[in-house]
């Protein structure tokens, strides 16, 4: 191996240090790195959790943004006819809960497998 010998100044209480470096042309294929692996041979390393299930983020805030608008619905008490027909306010109420308990369970399930 060859050995490179430095001197760091004196006045800041430094000595002199030697440096054992070896080429990386000559570590063995299993002990390098890539920038998924966390050590020689052992699994990939997992991705951040923002980035391993980005869909369910996506799936989740829109699953919330349609929940609050039928609360908003509720709150405001706005009717809504479909077909002729006056929908009422508890099927909001119960869409409400359906739609923001779906988006939790996304963003748990999400954070808890990243």
Same mark, same amino acid.
């Given at each position: 191996?060859?050995?490179?010998?430095?001197?760091?100044p004196e006045a800041h209480g430094?000595?002199?240090?030697?440096?054992?470096?070896?080429?990386?042309?000559? /570590?063995?294929?299993?002990?390098? &790195?890539?920038?998924?692996? #966390?050590? $020689? +041979?052992? @699994?990939?390393? =997992?991705?951040?959790?923002?980035?391993?299930?980005?869909?369910?983020?996506?799936?989740a805030i829109l699953l919330w943004?349609?929940?609050? /608008?039928?609360?908003?619905?509720? &709150?405001?008490?706005?009717? #809504?006819? $479909? +077909?002729? @027909?006056?929908? =009422?306010?508890?099927?909001?109420?119960?869409?409400?809960?359906?739609?923001?308990?779906?988006?939790?369970?996304?963003?748990?399930?999400?954070?808890?497998?990243?």
């Amino acid at each position: 191996m060859p050995v490179r010998e430095g001197v760091l100044p004196e006045a800041h209480g430094w000595r002199s240090i030697s440096i054992k470096t070896q080429p990386l042309t000559s /570590a063995p294929a299993r002990s390098r &790195l890539n920038a998924n692996a #966390v050590v $020689a +041979g052992s @699994l990939a390393a =997992p991705m951040s959790v923002e980035m391993k299930k980005p869909a369910s983020l996506v799936a989740a805030i829109l699953l919330w943004l349609i929940a609050f /608008a039928q609360l908003a619905r509720v &709150l405001f008490r706005v009717e #809504v006819t $479909a +077909g002729g @027909l006056n929908i =009422p306010l508890w099927i909001s109420i119960l869409a409400f809960i359906v739609l923001a308990a779906v988006g939790i369970w996304l963003w748990r399930e999400r954070r808890e497998h990243g």
